[in-house]
């Protein structure tokens, strides 16, 4: 069974800067990690920041956007997640998610669009 591993999560004051990481494990070729999404407490999971399978084209929430770059390497299967000026607003759970399939050029933004879920890496912002 394939599984998403992330890495990269932790506590760092605010303005400062954390890179998340995301590679399947088992059967690494059989999905693509496209997407991120985040979650705190009480609220319902949201996307982050998605990247096509050939790595060229990105979406990014308002939120992030100039802060925050997605990006893919596909030697390695394996997607990031910089993230810098950091806000404590951005404190969450940090999920990768993965699709089994992908037109090389499109990048997808609803929950359902993924079939595999990382664990979540916790990432914290103090003021």
């Known amino acids: 069974q394939v599984q998403l591993v992330e890495s990269g999560g932790g506590l760092v004051q605010a303005g400062g800067s954390l890179r998340l990481s995301c590679v399947p494990s088992?059967?690494?070729?059989?999905?693509?990690?496209m997407g991120w999404f985040r979650q705190t407490p009480g609220q319902e999971r949201e996307l982050v920041a998605a990247?096509?399978?050939?790595?060229?084209?990105?979406y990014y929430t308002d939120s992030v956007e100039g802060r925050f770059t997605i990006s893919r390497d596909n030697a390695k299967n394996t997607m990031y997640l910089q993230m810098n000026s950091l806000k404590p607003e951005d404190t969450a759970v940090y999920y990768c998610?993965?699709?089994?399939?992908?037109?090389?050029?499109?990048?997808?933004?609803?929950?359902?669009?993924?079939?595999?879920w990382g664990q979540g890496t916790q990432v914290t912002v103090s003021s």
């Open positions: 990247v096509s399978r050939s790595g060229t084209n990105t």
């Open positions: 998610a993965a699709r089994p399939d992908s037109a090389s050029g499109a990048y997808y933004r609803m929950k359902d669009s993924y079939a595999t």
């Open positions: 088992g059967r690494s070729s059989s999905i693509y990690p």
